[in-house]
């Protein structure tokens, strides 16, 4: 049996249910569905994810933060510097050379943020 089954029936939540819920958008479910992040079952036309399975909506990449603040309006916050630091500060493995490249990156305009970001790495 694997991680995601279960020996008892799990109740099934429709992608309009969990949106309801707060886990997210029906578009953003679905292609952690397409992804292979979150299983589903096909029901018709549509899927379910069973309930023990949510907490897998809730799991993060550290590219979907990246994403995330690549398209929201953070630069402009000015609390910008100490969010920054302790979302770097999230990443105790990073150099401090890293970790100051990685908040210039994050601190930067949004253009120079995804040149940052897709340059390939130096070492």
Known sequence: MGASESSTLDRLYSLRELYEMG???RHTISKFIHEGRVPAIKVGNSYQIR???LHLLG???LGDY???IAK???FSQSLLGERV???VDLFPYLSTSDKITFRRALTSQKDEFREVLT????T
């Open 23 to 25: 886990y997210g958008f």
């Open 51 to 53: 309930e023990s399975d």
């Open 59 to 61: 799991e993060w990449t």
């Open 66 to 68: 990246l994403k995330a």
């Open 72 to 74: 929201a309006d953070f």
């Open 85 to 87: 630091k302790a979302f």
């Open 119 to 122: 340059r390939p790495s130096a």
